[in-house]
């Protein structure tokens, strides 16, 4: 079965740290670009980070540049976004997707987003301030 699977999320104080995963099952990861999306209560999903397959290349929006970091482990089929000096405005359902066309070339997917490949389900990251 073709799944990703995100886990880490979690209640962190404002400045703190969290590092969530994305694993894949059915499919190797390396092989597909990975995007990072978020969603707040009453707000639009929004792309907030990718990771190439292609190039290796890693994009940023704004909002999360200089404090998000997204890389992958391909031994372990799993994507990583590592957030640091976290905000309450970071409060979001957290869930990345994979496409076997590479989304990442040059930024971070705008809406409206392309159909992509796998969608995991979400985890919640709750900061408090």
């Known amino acids: 079965q073709v799944q990703l699977v995100e886990s880490g999320g979690g209640l962190v104080p404002a400045g703190g740290s969290l590092r969530i995963s994305c694993s894949a099952s059915g499919f190797t990861l390396d092989d597909y670009t990975i995007g990072w999306f978020r969603q707040a209560p009453g707000k639009e999903r929004e792309a907030i980070s990718c990771?190439?397959?292609?190039?290796?290349?890693?994009n940023y929006v704004d909002s999360v540049k200089g404090r998000f970091t997204v890389s992958r482990d391909n031994a372990k089929n799993t994507v990583y976004l590592q957030m640091n000096s976290l905000k309450p405005e970071d409060t979001a359902v957290y869930s990345c997707?994979?496409?076997?066309?590479?989304?990442?070339?040059?930024?971070?997917?705008?809406?409206?987003?392309?159909?992509?490949?796998?969608w995991g389900r979400g985890t919640q990251v709750t900061v408090s301030s």
């Open positions: 990771i190439s397959h292609s190039t290796g290349r890693t």
């Open positions: 997707a994979a496409d076997a066309v590479d989304f990442c070339i040059i930024a971070v997917p705008r809406p409206p987003y392309p159909t992509l490949d796998v």
